[in-house]
């Protein structure tokens, strides 16, 4: 078992840019999480996928962030255009699906934007 | 609004003594919650779980104690060791129905000594 697989590790990337993560989730997990980490707020939710269908994208922070998961093994978080305050670190999480079934997470991307 | 709340940032331990780790949450429809240990440049990974309908859960030399009432848990770590020296997540999740929809706490950063 691979885990949860993200690239890449690091994005350094300038203010303006496109910026796309991915993610490949354990395979026979059909839900997918998208978490970012920042000091202030600590791990908060951006989006999940069940048999990827987007469920809840409440914590997507604006229009700029859009994330899809075209089929079970993939998913993209992409922030257009990216701004300083997006710098974070990006973790994508798997689960069986089943209620209180624990995340497995991938080890992140981080993300700094200049 | 931290429905999970982490409010020590940083703890340091001897190493052979106990660690106790604190969270307090404020939404009533958290049912279960879960400890997660995150090293530095890694995911956060599962450690340890209760429901709602249990005060105390243990593995090991790690236990975790909910009081209902008080809208607290924590985690105790006993003996403490250096291995054990690493970010900790507290988590919770509610009736939301098949996926693990989690609230993460801030972290605590945890520092066993020699």
């Known amino acids: 078992d691979a885990g949860v697989i993200q690239s890449p590790r690091h994005e350094v990337t300038e203010m303006g840019q496109e910026v796309t993560l991915r993610c490949k989730p354990i395979s026979g997990h059909n839900s997918l999480f998208w978490y970012r980490q920042t000091m202030m707020r600590g791990l908060e939710l951006l989006i999940y996928f069940n048999n990827n269908v987007p469920i809840d994208d409440s914590g997507m922070p604006e229009d700029r962030f859009s994330a899809k998961m075209p089929n079970a093994s993939f998913s993209t978080l992409k922030i257009q255009p990216s701004e300083p305050r997006d710098s974070a670190v990006y973790f994508c999480?798997?689960?069986?699906?089943?209620?209180?079934?624990?995340?497995?997470f991938g080890n992140g991307t981080r993300l700094t934007v200049t | 609004d931290q429905q999970v709340k982490q409010n020590s940032p940083s703890l340091s331990v001897q190493e052979g003594r106990i660690s106790i780790l604190n969270c307090d949450y404020t939404?009533?429809?958290?049912?279960?919650f879960l400890w997660y240990k995150k090293y530095p440049a890694e995911g956060p990974t599962f450690l340890i779980s209760i429901s709602s309908i249990k005060d105390k859960n243990e593995d090991g030399r790690f236990t975790v104690f909910l009081n209902k009432s008080a809208k607290h848990l924590s985690l105790h770590i006993v003996p403490s060791q250096p291995g054990d020296s690493a970010v900790y997540f507290c988590a919770a999740n509610g009736r939301t129905g098949t996926a693990s929809k989690l609230t993460f706490g801030t972290g605590t950063r945890l520092q066993v000594t020699l």
């Open positions: 939404n009533s429809m958290f049912d279960y």
């Open positions: 999480a798997s689960t069986p699906g089943l209620h209180n079934s624990p995340l497995h």
